[in-house]
C-alpha cells in the first residue's frame, strides 16, 4: 500500500523524491480542512528552508487519509504507538520510521524490472510529465499561439511566474524550455477547453482509486459492503472535483 501511495504522489504533485520523502501528516490534515485541497511541500535545491502548496484533487485527498487512519496506523501500532511516530507520510513498513529516499528509487526500479520496461525509468519522469501538464494547462488557459509567445509571458506575467514558481519548485528559462517544447507538440489543438483539463486529472484520480478498490475486494482486503461505502465516498469526492472544474462565465 506504502509503494501504492508513493507512486500516486509522485504522479499528481510533480514533487522530487526528497520533496515527497519529507510530505508529512500534517500537510494532508491541512490539506483536507481547506476549500480548496493544496499540499505543503519542502523545495529543495534551495539555501532557504521552503515550502509550496501544490493542489490535490479530493478524491486523492480522501486516498491518503484512509492510508494515514488505517495502513499507517497500522503499522505505527505494531512498531510501539505514538512514541515512534515521527509524523512523516511514507514509513519502513519494519521500522515505523521515515522512508529512506533511495527507497523511492529502488521502488520504481523494481517495478519496472518487474514490468520488464526498458529505457530510463525513475522517480523523477513523474516530475517531467507533472510539468509538461502544468504548461499544456496554462498554453490553454491563455490562449498562447506560439512558444516564444509563451516564454515572454514567463517573463512578463506575475501570474505564470507565481504558479510556475510555487507548483514546480523553480523558475528559470534554462529549467523550463524543454517543457515548453513538449507542452505545445501535445497541445495541438489550441481550441480544447481548460475546464476539460482539469475534469480529466479528476476522473483519472477517481479511475485509480476505483481500480485499487476493486483490487482490494477482490484480494480480500475489504468486505464488499466496505467496497460499496467506500465508493459513494469516492463518487461523492470526483462529484465536487467536477463541480470545481467547471467554469463561471
Given at each position: 500500500m506504502t509503494l501504492t501511495v508513493m507512486l500516486r504522489l509522485f504522479e499528481i504533485t510533480g514533487a522530487r523524491r526528497l520533496e515527497i520523502r519529507e510530505l508529512t501528516v500534517q500537510s494532508v490534515i491541512d490539506a483536507s480542512?481547506?476549500?480548496v485541497p493544496a499540499l505543503k511541500?519542502?523545495?529543495v535545491k534551495r539555501s532557504d528552508e521552503h515550502y509550496r502548496m501544490v493542489p490535490i484533487s479530493r478524491t486523492d485527498l480522501d486516498f491518503l487519509l484512509e492510508f494515514i487512519k488505517i495502513n499507517r496506523a497500522r503499522i505505527i501500532r505494531k512498531k510501539g504507538g505514538n512514541a515512534v511516530d515521527d509524523?512523516?507520510?511514507l514509513i519502513n513498513e519494519k521500522t515505523g520510521k521515515q522512508i529512506r529516499s533511495n527507497t523511492l528509487t529502488q521502488e520504481i526500479s523494481l517495478l519496472a524490472k518487474t514490468a520488464k520496461l526498458t529505457g530510463q525509468t525513475c522517480g523523477h519522469m513523474f516530475r517531467h510529465r507533472f510539468i509538461t501538464k502544468l504548461f499544456v494547462t496554462l498554453i490553454e488557459r491563455h490562449k498562447l499561439n506560439n512558444?516564444?509567445?509563451f516564454r515572454q509571458a514567463l517573463l512578463d506575467?506575475?501570474?505564470?511566474?507565481r504558479v510556475v514558481q510555487e507548483f514546480t519548485g523553480h523558475l528559470s528559462k534554462e529549467s523550463v524550455d524543454r517543457y515548453i517544447e513538449l507542452a505545445f507538440m501535445e497541445v495541438g489543438d489550441f481550441g480544447k477547453a481548460y475546464d476539460a483539463v482539469k475534469t480529466k486529472s479528476a476522473v483519472d484520480a477517481a479511475q485509480s482509486n476505483i481500480d485499487r478498490l476493486d483490487e482490494?475486494?477482490?484480494s480480500g482486503?475489504?468486505?464488499q459492503s466496505e467496497h460499496i461505502e467506500k465508493m459513494k465516498f469516492l463518487v461523492l469526492a470526483l462529484q465536487k472535483d467536477l463541480s470545481?472544474?467547471?467554469?463561471t462565465p
Open positions: 480542512q481547506m476549500e511541500l519542502l523545495t509524523g512523516f507520510l512558444k516564444d509567445e506575467e506575475s501570474t505564470f511566474k482490494e475486494l477482490a482486503t475489504i468486505s470545481g472544474a467547471v467554469s
